[in-house]
């Protein structure tokens, strides 16, 4: 389904998690962001980018390597794939691949295409990095916290910036990686905003925003929840840390889950003997 559409951005929303995957026409390339999760979701986005393709080159951008961010890789056959050299040097491909795996068995789901982890041919190493194809730049900005290998992306002069897993709409910050990361990562979404003239914001899953208004809220309620989670970690308040599950929207196992996560790393990292 699509979410969002500008002359140079057209963004589809897989019906699970609200994933998103934006199609990207610059004039000399076509990006592609995570294509996501069902069969007939990906043929949608393949039929669009067979349609406006007219020549030029595809590129796939993964925004971390979560199994439903990779999901869709071979897909997209030819494509010249750009990742964080996180990704590339990722540790658990092979658990990401199974978690994929275990997804089409559970729902009995065919592909018409391999299932494999993302090789990278354009790997990300440091915060600034571009990647200039004809007129458009790509700026780069590695983004750990959610998971070790998360990258920002900015497409300059098309004023687009391809978040990942960060400043939903809805989804509050779960940390796979680490609280300290994500907080940094924060700031330095604060830093992107101020240095860059960032038109729209697509997360990874939610809403696509056009309102700067928006994307400094989106930073700002993910400050205040982090803040408010390692805080009543620390003083071990268990009824504040009950609450602030409470507020994570869609309760279910996965959110009690990530809760649990969430507060397994705060512990590690500014628990007590920790440095
Ligand atoms: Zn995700």
């Not at 939903?168 to 979404?189: G, R, V």
């Not at 697509?202 to 700002?220: D, F, L």
């Not at 970690?233 to 929207?249: F, G, I, S």
């Not at 969430?262 to 500014?270: D, F, G, L, P």
Request: net charge negative; aromatic share 10%.
């Amino acid at each position: 389904m699509i979410q969002f559409q500008n002359d140079r951005l057209t963004v589809f929303q897989s019906a699970l998690y609200q994933t998103t995957c934006a199609v990207v026409e610059a004039d000399e390339f076509i990006l592609i962001t995570d294509p996501n999760w069902l069969p007939y979701e990906i043929e949608e986005i393949q039929r669009y980018v067979a349609q406006i393709q007219n020549g030029r080159e595809l590129y796939l951008l993964f925004t971390h390597g979560d199994f439903d961010h990779i999901i869709g890789y071979h897909a997209f056959p030819g494509a010249k794939v750009i990742g964080s050299k996180g990704l590339q040097e990722h540790p658990n491909k092979e658990q990401k691949l199974n978690l994929i795996r275990q997804f089409d068995n559970d729902y009995y789901i065919k592909r018409s295409y391999p299932i494999a982890f993302p090789e990278v041919d354009i790997m990300i190493e440091e915060d600034g990095q571009q990647l200039t194809i004809g007129g458009t730049t790509m700026t780069f900005y590695l983004s750990p916290g959610h998971t070790h290998d998360g990258l920002f992306t900015v497409i300059g002069q098309l004023g687009i910036w391809i978040a990942g897993d960060y400043v939903s709409d809805f989804e509050l910050p779960f940390i796979h990686d680490s609280a300290k990361s994500y907080e940094e990562t924060l700031q330095k979404a604060e830093r992107i905003l101020h240095f860059h003239a960032v038109k729209v914001l697509v997360p990874g899953h939610g809403q696509t925003t056009a309102s700067e208004e928006e994307m400094k809220r989106r930073i700002r309620v993910s400050q205040d929840y982090l803040e408010r989670l390692i805080c009543a970690v620390m003083k071990e308040d268990v009824e504040t840390v009950q609450a602030l599950e409470e507020e994570l929207p869609f309760p279910s196992s996965f959110t009690k889950e990530c809760h649990a996560k969430n507060i397994a790393i705060i512990q590690q990292e500014y628990g007590k003997g920790s440095k």
